[in-house]
């Protein structure tokens, strides 16, 4: 690619991205509506409000694809989580459709499913079962993303992301964790295959302990390398046992079941 925007450049996946994926293009565009460090060689910083839709629409011109990384990423109150996840998103869209229709990846959530139990194991056919507010801003982003690739045939690779850290922080997730790694060779395979539609993909690394019916990454050749097994022994002494009641014992969404509406 000659420009690929990274949106929520300055998040943890947006450093992460920043820092290994320049290879997949000539410049990185690097947005955010947070500062950011100052643009290096084959960098290009531009602050941007999400919610702005001239702005949004200018910062997509010229870019060949789109990391959207951006927006908010809890729970919030709802004016937040509407400008940035909902509004900001139909911007985005707007935008690349606008601009020749780069392709996205679309970070989408496990919060779009936190409802499910923990003793299920599901597939990326089932109903969505949203456990916050958050996770009902990625469910209209996966519905959204679907809406503009049947009418104008617009590219998305829909991310349902577990937990990417550079190792588990606790014992949820030894199932929901997906590696440094595996999130760089994920990115790169959704913007090398040559065919890519609008297939949802469970962002989570080949753990022996999990809740996914991964199939549909093999849709775009990924095959994600590590195992948090390799931490449990860690983790488990570290973090203790939750209660068999509490919701990161018995929910997929873990503590998001527990969070209340938050009011503005």
């Known amino acids: 690619m000659k420009r690929l925007l990274i949106t929520g450049a300055a998040g943890n996946l947006g450093k992460l991205a920043r ?38 629409f200018e910062l997509v011109k010229d870019c060949d694809g789109i990391l959207h990384l951006g927006g908010v990423s809890v729970e919030r109150p709802w004016d937040m ?13 707007e935008a690349a459709r606008a601009h ?13 499913i936190g409802y499910y139990r923990q003793d299920e194991v599901i597939d990326t056919t089932m109903p969505m079962k949203p456990d916050g507010l958050y996770g009902v801003s990625k469910c209209f982003g996966e519905s959204l993303a679907a809406l503009y690739h049947a009418k104008f045939g617009q590219e998305t690779a829909l991310i349902r992301i577990g937990s990417c850290f550079e190792k588990p922080r606790d014992r949820r997730m030894l199932a929901t964790w997906m590696s440094p790694d595996d999130f760089v060779s994920l990115v790169e395979c959704v913007f090398r295959v ?12 080949d753990n022996d302990e999990g809740w996914w019916n991964t199939e549909t990454a093999r849709l775009i050749g990924w095959r994600p390398k590590d195992n948090s097994e390799t931490y449990r022994a860690e983790v488990e002494a570290a973090a203790p046992r939750p209660a068999p009641d509490a919701p990161e014992s018995l929910y997929q969404g873990g503590k998001f079941i527990a969070e209340p509406i938050h009011k503005s």
């Open 194 to 205: 040559p065919m890519l539609g609008c297939p949802v993909i469970w962002g989570v690394s």
């Open 100 to 112: 020749g229709q780069p392709r996205i990846f679309f970070a989408s959530s496990n919060h779009t």
């Open 19 to 56: 820092a290994r994926l320049g290879h997949l293009a000539d410049t990185l565009r690097l947005s955010d509506i947070a500062d950011m460090d100052p643009a290096g060689p084959g960098e290009e910083v531009v602050t941007c409000d999400l919610g702005d839709e001239a702005a949004v």
């Open 81 to 93: 989580i509407q400008r940035g996840n909902i509004t900001g998103l139909y911007n985005l869209y």
